[in-house]
């Protein structure tokens, strides 16, 4: 039975429950909590009778008592040379944390309560104890989640890793002569995917999308689908890391009718609603030889709990005026730095420490003032953004992105074809909501003709 993380605020708790939602709770959760986690379970429904509408929060320097997501490098060894990768990933830094040291930091987010770790790299499984910093993981209450190139996988490491691990794996193209990526090779990702399934784990993709790869978006759409696998993560490719060094792969303004529509149809290949035939069952998977049933589709997606975290995380900062990273979110280098973000590590900025020197509860704590002081309204472009005009929701009030676009890290950390694309897909699903269409992690049916 999977423990439930919980960490202790001023106002109460914030718990991942067992059916994967992140809540504020009230203080009189924790006798329930404290029971599930002794071996007497306890419902997610049962707990959410003890649900905060109005947590209180000090919204000065807000931040949760530890981060409610903890991304942790492994390493930066890595066996591809992504052009656009954020973290600069191919050797081993020459500091890099031991894995005792990684274990202890594993060690530390458990007692102080963080909801879930991602184990990322680098390639995790480039590092010679992967498999052991997994095992260690899975032995706390927190959720594991594994990113990955899928290429390094094997049988061997994935039956010494306990049933249920969750791994998004990240591809970029579909074709491996064309690929940026140098090594992609979909026979192989299928390979482990079977394999992850023989062995209990659960998966996602997904794709960031670049000028290189922009056609290729809606093959891995549909190669996931047409094999029940469940719906990749449209990621979109920002200016940091290498791709500052490839300024060619960002799409441009003039894109945005071309992107826009692969969009479009990659996302209706995995949405459910009035749409659908009558009748029909838009969760079920399709009939194709040697693939899952649906079933084993929708199993698969219920238990990929890495999307609620998240949404949690973007709550928060919509409520308290202030980004989620260095508040609810944390990344550690495989050096040990520790920065609010993935975008602040790679641009070098807001630095809080190092777990080396200092303990992590010590960094979380006082650490981030600095960065803590900027809020969302001290972005004062945004008063003249049509993003913020129709009330969209925007992701680009990011010091490291705005300073890299714009020089100012109070500035605008959306490109122009961002912006653009933001207000479409912003409308697009406004419209959408309206009519009660969803979209879902597994694949609607393919109509016939």
């Known amino acids: 039975?999977?423990?439930?993380?919980?960490?202790?605020?001023?106002?109460?708790?914030?718990?991942?429950?067992?059916?994967?939602?992140?809540?504020?709770?009230?203080?009189?959760?924790?006798?329930?909590?404290?029971?599930?986690?002794?071996?007497?379970?306890?419902?997610?429904?049962?707990?959410?009778t003890h649900a905060l509408a109005d947590p209180?929060?000090?919204?000065?320097?807000?931040?949760?008592?530890?981060?409610?997501?903890?991304?942790?490098?492994?390493?930066?060894?890595c066996n591809l040379r992504c052009r656009h990768c954020y973290a600069d990933s191919a050797l081993k830094r020459p500091d890099e944390m031991s894995t005792p040291a990684v274990k202890s930091l594993l060690d530390d987010f458990a007692e102080l309560g963080v909801l879930q770790v991602f184990l990322t790299g680098g390639e995790i499984f480039s590092h010679r104890d992967a498999v052991e910093i997994v095992q260690h993981a899975r032995s706390k209450p927190f959720s594991t989640q594994i990113f990955t190139n899928g290429l390094l996988i094997t049988e061997e490491k994935l039956a010494a890793i306990p049933p249920g691990q969750s791994f998004f794996i990240?591809?970029?193209?579909?074709?491996?002569?064309?690929?940026?990526?140098?090594?992609?090779?979909?026979?192989?990702?299928?390979?482990?995917?079977?394999?992850?399934?023989?062995?209990?784990?659960?998966?996602?993709?997904?794709?960031?999308?670049?000028?290189?790869?922009?056609?290729?978006?809606?093959?891995?759409?549909?190669?996931?689908?047409?094999?029940?696998?469940?719906?990749?993560?449209w990621l979109e490719t920002h200016p940091v890391g290498r791709a500052l060094l490839h300024p060619d792969m960002l799409l441009r303004p003039e894109d945005v009718d071309e992107v826009f529509e692969v969009y479009r149809r990659c996302m209706e290949r995995y949405s459910t609603g009035p749409d659908d035939e009558p009748g029909g069952t838009p969760d079920a998977g399709p009939a194709v030889p040697g693939t899952p049933a649906a079933g084993t589709a929708r199993r698969a997606a219920d238990e990929i709990r890495g999307v609620d975290t998240i949404q949690f995380c973007q709550r928060l900062e919509r409520a308290v005026g202030q980004e989620k990273c260095g508040r609810s979110v944390v990344y550690v280098n495989s050096r040990g730095d520790v920065y609010p973000c993935s975008n602040c590590m790679s641009g070098q900025l807001y630095r809080a420490g190092n777990i080396t020197r200092r303990p992590f509860a010590e960094i979380w704590e006082h650490g981030f003032d600095e960065f803590r002081d900027i809020r969302f309204a001290d972005h004062s472009v945004c008063g003249t953004c049509p993003v913020a005009r129709e009330d969209i929701w925007c992701q680009f009030r990011c010091p490291p992105l705005a300073r890299n676009i714009t020089g100012d890290e109070k500035g605008c950390g959306a490109t122009e074809y961002l912006q653009e694309f933001s207000l479409r897909a912003g409308r697009y699903w406004r419209e959408r909501r309206l009519r009660n269409v969803r979209l879902t992690l597994t694949p609607r049916p393919a109509r016939t003709p």
């Open 170 to 233: 990240s591809f970029d193209t579909a074709d491996p002569e064309r690929t940026v990526r140098g090594k992609m090779d979909f026979p192989k990702l299928q390979r482990a995917f079977e394999m992850m399934r023989r062995h209990g784990h659960v998966f996602r993709t997904a794709i960031s999308v670049h000028r290189d790869n922009i056609q290729d978006a809606e093959e891995i759409f549909e190669w996931c689908a047409e094999r029940g696998y469940p719906r990749p993560q």
């Open 56 to 77: 209180l929060v000090t919204l000065e320097r807000f931040h949760l008592p530890a981060p409610a997501i903890a991304f942790v490098e492994t390493t930066n060894l």
């Open 1 to 48: 039975m999977q423990k439930i993380p919980f960490q202790v605020n001023e106002g109460g708790l914030v718990a991942l429950l067992p059916n994967g939602h992140v809540e504020f709770l009230a203080a009189s959760a924790e006798r329930l909590i404290r029971r599930h986690n002794a071996g007497q379970p306890v419902t997610a429904e049962e707990l959410m």
